[in-house]
């Protein structure tokens, strides 16, 4: 996983060390002594918690489960982050994770810290009446470091708005007479959750795309134009072109961001290609992604992969092996997968110069670099693909005032917080030699620091 954090993270303290505009008050011995407190908070949890869930399973035996959930940072407001379930979990995935929720939130100044859950199981091999059951016994493990105002789960791989409306009602019952509605969050709507939250992950990526190559690219051309950065030349290259845009995976974050590039129709983008587990489809006029999506929704979830079921829903494309994608020739590419696709095997037949990070880390660190070398611009996962979290912070507003946001309110309001991000960052991104990542990273460390500053803690 491209988590290796600790380097961008003190590259970031490194330069807002070096930049003498930043804390101007911390000099000499005071100033060194603070960037190293800086290190050691931002580099260690402040709490992990584990426990082992003692399940009955179904079939009379009984099994202890490994779970746990990293704190990692709470200087910004309650710990916030998912709770995954998967076999491959491990302590040191989730505390990564938790760190880039921390920075996530700074980042976009959502009042929340960082924090991860994990339980170490294969969801797939349990009855729905078990996983009920280890949700439960998860709230029951941490329910003293969890609530509203403490820790806010959400889910994560393996988990859904299912798991979610469970752990609150377990929550309830353990906590009466406390506000429950905003001790999770990705809940179903009945049970207090948002409208748009499924889909504002994959809006937001597509939004981050098109703000920053259509809209903030244009107004600010001739801005571009005198600019010798190779990211603001790459940028320069697309100025006023369609578009093709190839998508990893299609699921929950890949669908959504394909069909916002599909209906963003005034632009001529084309989403040319899409992958999933099994398959890539091509079709070099643009694939017809409403009928793609239909076709999953009656598919558990899983692409065409036979020219037969593409001529029985009229879908014209060509039926390509799932890797291929990434190597396209294509100007986009929008990763909404898994972590680590692209990497030092593959990354020199990279031929897009526009990537966006959906998924968390999908560019491995060596991968990242040459590409930053190569001039391509990569929106990073702690940019782009922060709408869940934005809207999951609407939801935990919505439960706390028990008023109810409409659909389109609940996008006007996460468009608005990312392009006030993007506002603030990108013309920094396009003056300086760092990439985008690093200047994301500069600018939420920088927050965090200058908060933990001023509340004195620094020392
Ligand atoms: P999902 O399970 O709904 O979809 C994943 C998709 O990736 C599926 O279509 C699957 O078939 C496909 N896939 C799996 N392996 C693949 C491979 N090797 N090549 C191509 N496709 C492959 O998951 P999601 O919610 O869409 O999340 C996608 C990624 O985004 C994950 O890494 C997740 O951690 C990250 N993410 C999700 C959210 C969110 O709100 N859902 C928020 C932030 C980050």
């Given at each position: 996983m491209n988590m290796e954090m600790k380097g961008i993270i003190n590259e970031s303290l490194q330069a807002l060390n070096d930049d003498e505009s930043y804390l101007p008050d911390m000099q000499g011995d005071d100033r060194e002594k603070a960037f190293k407190s800086l290190e050691s908070i931002l580099s260690t949890p402040n709490n992990i918690s584990k426990s082992f869930l003692r399940v009955p399973l179904e079939n009379g035996r009984v099994v202890r489960i490994p779970a746990f959930r990293v704190q990692h940072n709470n200087t910004l407001g309650p710990y916030k982050g998912g709770i995954r379930f998967h076999e491959s979990v491990n302590e040191d995935e989730v505390s990564k994770l938790a760190e880039l929720m921390t920075l996530k939130n700074s980042l976009h100044e959502v009042p929340f810290g960082g924090g991860k859950g994990g339980v170490i199981i294969d969801p797939r091999e349990y009855t729905v009446k078990e996983l009920n059951?280890?949700?439960?016994?998860?709230?029951?493990?941490?329910?003293?470091?969890?609530?509203?105002?403490?820790?806010?789960?959400?889910?994560?791989?393996?988990?859904?708005?299912?798991?979610?409306?469970?752990m609150m009602a377990e929550f309830k019952s353990i906590h009466p007479g406390h506000a429950y509605r905003g001790s999770f969050t990705g809940k179903s709507i009945l049970n207090g959750g948002s409208l748009g939250r499924r889909e504002a992950t994959g809006k937001g990526v597509y939004f981050s795309f098109r703000y920053m190559m259509h809209d903030f690219l244009k107004e600010n051309k001739k801005w571009f134009r005198e600019n010798e950065n190779r990211f603001a030349q790459t940028a320069l290259d697309h100025l006023d072109k369609p578009f093709d845009i190839a998508v990893q995976g299609f699921g929950n974050v890949g669908s959504v961001a394909a069909l916002e590039a599909f209906q963003c129709d005034h632009l001529q983008n084309r989403v040319v290609a899409v992958s999933d587990r099994n398959v890539c489809l091509y079709n070099s006029d643009g694939l017809d992604i409403p009928a793609l999506i239909k076709y999953t929704e009656d598919h558990d979830g899983a692409l065409p992969t036979e020219e037969g079921q593409l001529d029985d829903q009229g879908i014209k494309a060509i039926i390509k092996d799932r890797d291929e994608l990434?190597?396209?020739?294509?100007?986009?590419?929008?990763?909404?997968?898994?972590?680590?696709?692209?990497?030092?095997?593959?990354?020199?037949?990279?031929?897009?110069?526009?990537?966006?990070?959906?998924?968390?880390?999908?560019?491995?660190e060596q991968a990242d670099e040459y590409l930053a070398d190569r001039g391509v611009v990569i929106i990073p996962d702690i940019l782009a693909n922060a709408g869940g979290v934005i809207v999951s912070y609407?939801?935990?507003?919505?439960?706390?005032?028990?008023?109810?946001?409409?659909?389109?309110?609940?996008?006007?309001?996460?468009?608005?917080?990312?392009?006030?991000?993007?506002?603030?960052?990108?013309?920094?991104?396009?003056?300086?030699?760092?990439?985008?990542?690093?200047?994301?990273?500069?600018?939420?460390?920088?927050?965090?620091s200058e908060v933990l500053y001023r509340q004195g803690k620094l020392y």
């Open positions: 059951l280890i949700c439960k016994k998860y709230v029951q493990y941490f329910s003293d470091i969890i609530g509203p105002d403490k820790d806010i789960p959400a889910p994560d791989m393996g988990t859904g708005e299912r798991e979610m409306d469970w990434l190597t396209l020739e294509v100007d986009t590419l929008i990763l909404a997968a898994l972590e680590d696709q692209i990497h030092e095997d593959n990354v020199e037949e990279i031929k897009a110069n526009i990537i966006v990070e959906g998924a968390n880390g999908p560019i491995t609407f939801e935990w507003m919505q439960g706390r005032e028990t008023q109810f946001y409409e659909e389109e309110e609940i996008y006007k309001l996460l468009f608005k917080k990312m392009q006030h991000t993007m506002d603030t960052i990108l013309p920094q991104f396009f003056g300086d030699p760092f990439p985008l990542r690093q200047n994301c990273y500069i600018h939420a460390v920088g927050k965090l």
